[in-house]
Every structure is written in C-alpha cells, then in structure tokens.
C-alpha cells in the first residue's frame, strides 16, 4: 500500500508543471492534485474516499455514487460537517412544517 504511494507521487509534479502556478503551488504544498481517488472506505456509518497522493479524505455517497462536500486531511472534521448538514436540513424542514400550507 505504502509502496504504490510513493510510486504515484512521483509521476506527479511533471504533468502538473504545465497546468500552471496554481496547481504547482497545490503540489508543492501537498504533492498532489487530488486526481486519484481510492475506492470508497466504508466506516460505521460514513463512506468516503483517500487521495492516493495525498491522503486527503473526502465524502462518498453510496446511494448516488459520487463523492460529495469538502476535502480534508481530517475525517472527524468531515463527519463534524456532515452532521452539521444533516442538523440543517432537519431544521429547514422543520421550518418550513410550521408554515400554514396555502
Ligand atoms: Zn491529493
């Protein structure tokens, strides 16, 4: 696993130097472009996919099949803004149940 890493990582930064300053600075920073998405990882009740360059996490949606939200190298923070997301919308519709139906 480790090994298939380093491999990748290195293919990176040639393709990436012509894809301008932006994207060079986001490899430098993080030696990637989040190109190359794991398969979904599932955990309790959470999915969600690993940067093979860089290990950042992002979200995945079993049911649409699609990653969803925002990235990050910390999966708590992920969840944390899932639930938040779920709080809002619990909230919304709540709201919009107090309002008299016309
Ligand atoms: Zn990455």
Known sequence: MSKENKKSRWKWPLGVMATGIAG???VILRGCWHGKMSWPIRVQEH?????????????F????FRAFGPYSYDLN???????????K?????????QRPAS
């Open 61 to 64: 949606d079993e049911q649409d």
């Open 89 to 97: 919308a619990l909230r919304e519709t709540a709201a919009s149940e």
């Open 77 to 87: 923070r992920l969840m944390a803004w899932k639930r938040m997301q779920h709080e």
């Open 47 to 59: 999915s969600y996919q690993v940067c093979l360059g860089c290990g950042i996490k992002r979200l």
């Open 24 to 26: 060079a600075a986001v």
